[in-house]
């Protein structure tokens, strides 16, 4: 894990806490979990955007088998895809690749962070 010191809101922590739960119950069964060899690699920033700052995650598996695009809408994605983005007001995508999935989340780190823990 990388990323700078930050206090996570409730609904930030309930919400990622889902995705993660999601993601690395998929990793253990299909992905980089389920071999002797692959890891996962998350990492966190905060930037600046015209709309204010943004809270940006990535969850990256390595060293996985071939994850074939899943072909059904089933309820890990939707958690990871629309559930956890929309309650935090932002957008996520997953990729797909030899070796793992690569899953991104972006949202205003307001909704994510307390104002006090970013310094604004």
Known sequence: MQGERVVLRPEGVQNIGMAFHELATNASKYGSLSVPNGSVVITWSLTDTEDGRAFNLEWLE????????????????????TLVPQSLGGKASSDYFTGGLQWR???PAERV?????TGK
């Open 62 to 81: 390595r060293g996985g088998p071939t994850t074939p695009n899943p072909t059904l809408e089933g309820f890990g994605r939707t958690i990871t895809e």
């Open 105 to 107: 989340l972006t949202a």
């Open 113 to 117: 962070i307390p104002a006090l823990a």
